[in-house]
């Protein structure tokens, strides 16, 4: 059984099933990619790993541990960590002080009302070399509002990174980027990777097909098909549910 | 240019602290400690509403019923002053326990319904409860004492009373620039991220709520002794009100803007003293030339202004009014959907 494993989650809005059904092993170390057509209920099933959303029936096991009925709190703590497919930022915190929120989200100095700010200084070292880590370093002190695009999307890594997860959860972590940022997120993955497991959602193919260990297809909130990146791409359901009906 | 912004930072609370000595001097003594304690009281509501992003709009609720505790605890209890502030202080902490848990699971419009909603309770309570409360009489004559001193003066009173005030004050700034005020902005500016990272956010919200009422509380059990008079009116949610318009006027988010507020208000009901159905009028007029020309509140201006000719000078202001970019220059993110 692998580090995350689900078993026939179901979703229902109001008689629509936006996820039914789906089971899925994510092994411990691997890249698994979810994929599929808009309305395929990636995102529904991305919420409700990360407690976002409670499912309507089924099971979601992390480590041995049934989380589903966890909020998103509780999961982050047990190092399931998820970045945003919307950047998701604070408006008023500088790059720093947000990987500095992270850092001491698992402590629990965020309770100490009737202490300075300064004892946050303990979390800069650690927070400069994550920011170092995803390139952002030379930017630590500018103010989130003030930055690039691109820039956005590594820190959102870096937030991530910063909760010290054993599961990564990636909601599109290229969307919206150009060419250039791509490439630098793709490394970026493949440098965070070891010692961890990631789930991504992805619409580029072509991130897919470097990073990903496993690929699952998602088609009307049902598996369509497993396997590994030429396994699902030359299946011809696949081919189908990507393309429609063409050859019918 | 030459002056850092810290040094600017401290003269100004060397200045305010001189200010607080000397006010009793200036306006008639009953005045003055009018003046800190609604200011105080404003404060509560800004670090609600300008930190947390809740408009509370049922905190008379915990000035009022701190009041009474307060009032009662000096006159049956004979105790001294300072001891009556703190049972009306506690009283208060205890009361916004549950209404905070409660509340702060709403947000916007239907968190001040459901904060005014618990205040009407609590107003209705005091009104019925005559065996302890007097009813519409209220707690007159209260006694203040303190190890046999006499307080009886005006000016003495404010005096015994400041330090208990300042306190106040400094605790508020002590909770806005410590890492659960740093956690408190977070979450308001971003509260499924927060959630994402770990934070149990309604625990945090629930924690600011009660901070914010303990401050109100030991507003108004300050304000009692003061007025030696426990009134209906404290409860009423034209209070409630009252102390929103003074943290709007002086500047949401700036924290010490409310005083400024305070001090508005305040003398314009002191100057219309004899023509009470002016003060309305007034209050009502004042509000809407500053929410209309200076959205950031009198207080939010002047340093929006000072600041505006520092672009490199640091962004340590973390309140409402700073956090909201001019929406022409900035785009803002959209937090995610989601979440319950």
Redesign the interface.
């Known amino acids: 059984m692998g580090l995350l494993a689900v078993h026939g989650l179901t979703k229902e809005f109001r008689g629509f099933h936006a996820v039914h059904n789906v089971d899925l092993s994510v092994e411990e170390g691997t890249i698994h990619a979810l994929v599929g057509p808009n309305g395929a209920g990636k995102t529904t099933l991305f919420n409700m790993l990360t407690g976002f959303i409670k499912p309507t029936a089924g099971r979601i096991v992390f480590d041995g541990e049934d989380v589903t009925k966890l909020p998103p709190e509780q999961i982050a703590r047990r190092k399931m960590a998820r970045s945003f497919q919307i950047t998701s930022l604070f408006d008023q915190l500088t790059v720093l002080e947000h990987v500095v929120l992270a850092l001491q989200a698992e402590t629990h100095l965020g309770y100490r009302f009737w202490q300075s700010e300064k004892m946050l200084g303990r979390f800069r070292e650690r927070a400069l070399e994550i920011l170092a880590q995803v390139g952002l370093a030379e930017i630590a002190e500018r103010h989130v509002v003030s930055i690039p695009y691109g820039q956005k999307r590594a820190l959102e890594m870096a937030l991530v990174l910063a909760l010290e997860p054993r599961l990564l959860l990636l909601d599109e972590p290229t969307a919206g980027m150009s060419l250039d940022d791509v490439g630098r997120i793709i490394a970026l993955i493949r440098q965070v990777r070891a010692g961890r497991t990631v789930v991504l959602v992805e619409h580029n193919m072509g991130v897919v097909s470097e990073l990903a260990d496993r690929v699952t297809v998602l088609q009307r909130g049902g598996v369509l098909a497993e396997g590994t990146y030429g396994e699902v791409r030359d299946d011809p359901r696949v081919i189908d549910a990507y393309l429609g009906q063409t050859h019918a | 240019m030459s002056v850092r912004p810290v040094t600017v930072r401290y003269a100004g609370y060397a200045l305010a602290l001189i200010a607080a000595l000397i006010l009793p001097h200036i306006i008639y003594p009953v005045l003055a400690l009018n003046i800190i304690v609604w200011g105080l009281f404003a404060v509560a509501v800004d670090l609600l509403l300008g930190f947390s992003g809740l408009l509370s709009f049922g905190h008379a609720a915990f000035w009022g019923s701190a009041a009474y505790a307060a009032g009662i605890a000096a006159t049956r209890g004979g105790v001294s002053f300072p001891v009556a502030v703190l049972i009306g202080t506690l009283v208060a902490i205890l009361l916004a326990i549950p209404i905070g848990y409660l509340s702060i699971r709403r947000q916007g419009i239907y968190f001040a319904m459901v904060t005014l909603a618990f205040a009407q309770m609590i107003y209705f309570v005091i009104n019925q409860w005559r065996s302890v409360t007097g009813g519409e009489n209220g707690i007159q004559g209260i006694p203040r004492t303190l190890l046999g001193l006499d307080l009886s003066s005006a000016t003495t009173f404010y005096y015994a009373a400041l330090p208990l005030a300042l306190i106040g004050y400094v605790f508020a700034f002590?909770?806005v620039?410590?890492?659960?005020?740093?956690?408190l902005?977070?979450i308001r500016?971003?509260e499924?991220?927060?959630?994402?990272?770990?934070?149990?956010?309604h625990r945090?919200k629930l924690?600011g709520f009660v901070?914010s009422a303990s401050l109100a509380g030991l507003g108004g059990s300050i304000y009692a002794l003061g007025q030696r008079l426990a009134d209906l009116e404290y409860a009423r949610w034209t209070t409630s009100g009252l102390a929103v318009i003074m943290t709007i006027l002086g500047g949401v988010g700036t924290l010490w803007g409310g005083v400024i507020g305070a001090v508005v208000v305040l003398l314009l009901r002191d100057w219309l003293t004899t023509r009470p159905e002016l003060f309305g009028v007034a209050t009502g007029g004042v509000f809407a030339v500053i929410v209309l020309g200076f959205r950031r509140g009198i207080l939010g201006t002047a340093l929006h202004w000072y600041r505006s000719g520092r672009p490199d000078a640091p962004?340590r202001r973390?309140g409402l009014a700073?956090?909201r970019?001019d929406p022409t220059t900035?785009p803002?993110?959209?937090?995610?959907k989601?979440?319950r």
């Not at chain 2, 803002?332 to 995610?336: C, D, I, N, Q």
């Open positions: 002590r909770v620039h410590s890492p659960f005020g740093h956690v902005v977070a500016d971003n499924t991220r927060a959630r994402a990272l770990g934070y149990p956010t945090y924690i901070i962004i973390r700073a956090a970019p900035v803002r993110v959209k937090p995610e989601g979440g």
